[in-house]
């Protein structure tokens, strides 16, 4: 089996020396033990924090893989069953069958491995986090950042299924013209636009409702002067300043938050467990109905997953960014 280490801590940006692949040696099987082989395995913009705050050097990388079994002395899981584990960055790994999640209601055309993206973590985001903290309704205009990515796809897609306006920022024409094709009603390029208070506001003149944030920043900075009044900003993610080593200053959010009266509100996607299985199956339900789309951005070769790691965050990516083994 093979694994991918954090041999160095990240400093700023992440880069090839950071990380080192090692060949591993699996024990026998126990009863009630599973042998699991990845099939795809998902890299997130929260690795990038998370193994600052959580991680040593020489751990395995953290991660969540869709994996088949492959030898098993436990009923619950014979020969060929999949879950969704999360299990780190490693081609196969020993589970005692806890902590899994099986994908008994998978129907035949879609691919598993959206259990990564559209229909896993960055779905349940995008939908808590539209749902629960933005607290959308019709009418209202919802603006999204980091659109052409796994959560903000999302967003944006199921804001149209809710009756709102859409609008959407993204890091390359290619990526403006996917939102577009998507049904996002606006969709602008943040790096080429010049002013993003003029983009903004163009957009949408009468300002925004519902701002769905995965990238703080100056970015966000710029957005919450064009709030509208009783406006809800969901901070699902901070992007932007997940690679810097000196922290972001200001501006600060007081005074545009006391005079819309705003609500911004900070949610990790875990709050929900509860409701996980409830808010998966209407996913699901939206995807084969063709009323979401699903864009992938597919990497081949479990030894390219740390380029497919920095490519993510470089923006590389189109959709969910997974690698397949
Ligand atoms: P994406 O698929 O959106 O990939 C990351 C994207 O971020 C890149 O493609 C890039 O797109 C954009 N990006 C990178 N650097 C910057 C920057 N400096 N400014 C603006 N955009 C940038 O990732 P996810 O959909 O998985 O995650 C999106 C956000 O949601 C992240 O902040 C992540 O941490 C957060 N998240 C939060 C969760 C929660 O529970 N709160 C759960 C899951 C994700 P572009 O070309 O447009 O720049």
Redesign the pocket.
């Known amino acids: 089996a093979k694994s991918w280490v954090l041999k160095k801590h990240f400093e700023g940006f992440p880069k090839d020396s950071d990380f080192e692949l090692k060949e591993v040696e699996l024990p026998k099987l126990k009863d009630g033990d599973v042998l699991f082989e990845s099939v795809f395995l998902s890299v997130?913009?929260?690795m990038r924090p998370y193994s600052t705050r959580s991680m040593k050097e020489g751990d395995t990388m953290m991660g969540t893989q869709v994996a088949r079994v492959v030898e098993s002395k436990n009923p619950t899981y014979p020969v060929g069953t999949y879950v969704v584990a999360n299990s780190g960055w490693r081609t196969h790994f020993i589970s005692d069958g806890k902590d899994l999640h099986l994908l008994p209601f998978w129907p035949e055309k879609i691919p598993r491995s959206l259990a990564l993206g559209t229909i896993g973590?960055?779905g349940l985001?995008a939908y808590f986090g539209l749902f629960e903290i933005c607290k959308i309704r019709a009418g209202d205009t919802v603006l999204v950042?980091?659109a052409?990515?796994?959560?903000?796809s999302v967003v944006g897609q199921l804001a149209k299924i809710g009756g709102c306006k859409v609008v959407g920022c993204?890091?390359?024409d290619k990526?403006v013209a996917y939102l577009k094709q998507i049904g996002f009603d606006e969709a602008f390029n943040?790096k080429t636009v010049g002013s993003l208070e003029e983009a903004l506001k163009k957009a949408s003149p009468d300002g925004y409702d519902c701002y769905f944030d995965?990238?703080g920043?100056e970015?966000s900075s710029i957005a919450l002067n064009q709030m509208k009044r009783f406006g809800r900003i969901a901070v699902?993610?901070?992007?932007?300043g997940y690679n810097d080593t000196v922290p972001q200053k200001g501006p600060y959010v007081q005074i545009p938050m006391l005079f819309n009266q705003l609500s911004m509100e900070g949610?990790?996607?875990s709050r929900w467990n509860d409701k996980r299985e409830e808010a998966l199956k209407r996913l699901l339900k939206w995807v084969v109905e063709g009323k979401i789309k699903c864009e992938e951005h597919v990497t081949e070769g479990f030894e390219k997953m740390p380029a497919a790691f920095m490519g993510?965050?470089?923006?590389e990516?189109l959709g969910?960014?997974v690698v397949k083994v």
């Open positions: 997130d913009p929260y973590m960055p985001t950042t980091a052409a990515g796994a959560v903000g993204a890091g390359s990526k943040y995965n990238v920043g970015f699902c993610g901070a992007i932007s949610f990790i996607v993510m965050l470089k923006g990516n969910k960014a």
